[in-house]
């Protein structure tokens, strides 16, 4: 990746939408799953898409977005998006997850 790309990619921060919600990996549990305290105050066990896993390397404190299972939402979810530190600091500015970011 050129830095060309990374600025680029900065400047798009991607806002948690419906059904998605912001979650700091709390551990890593192998086989791409992860345990994921999420903004909504609930503990879920999060896995790394097939799409992802080569291609982001996540460990403990990284900011994500996730998604909640259909079932199950509240144990359940996916990894849908990790956000790099310039992000985070845009998500702060923004209003977002300001309660989860600040207890990093």
């Given at each position: 990746m050129t830095h060309?790309?990374?600025?680029?990619?900065?400047?798009?921060?991607?806002?948690?939408?419906?059904?998605?919600?912001?979650?700091?990996?709390?551990?890593?549990?192998?086989?791409?799953?992860?345990?994921?305290?999420?903004?909504?105050?609930?503990?879920?066990?999060?896995?790394?898409?097939?799409?992802?896993?080569?291609?982001?390397?996540?460990?403990?404190g990284d900011l994500v977005l996730i998604t909640p299972w259909d079932f199950q939402s509240d144990s359940r979810g996916d990894i849908v998006y990790k956000y790099e530190k310039d992000e985070v600091r845009k998500l702060k500015e923004l209003g977002y997850g300001i309660d989860i970011i600040n207890s990093q």
């Open positions: 060309k790309n990374r600025d680029e990619k900065s400047q798009k921060t991607r806002i948690p939408g419906e059904n998605e919600c912001l979650g700091i990996v709390e551990q890593l549990l192998g086989y791409d799953r992860l345990k994921v305290r999420c903004a909504d105050g609930k503990t879920r066990i999060c896995r790394i898409p097939g799409r992802m896993k080569k291609k982001i390397w996540i460990s403990e």
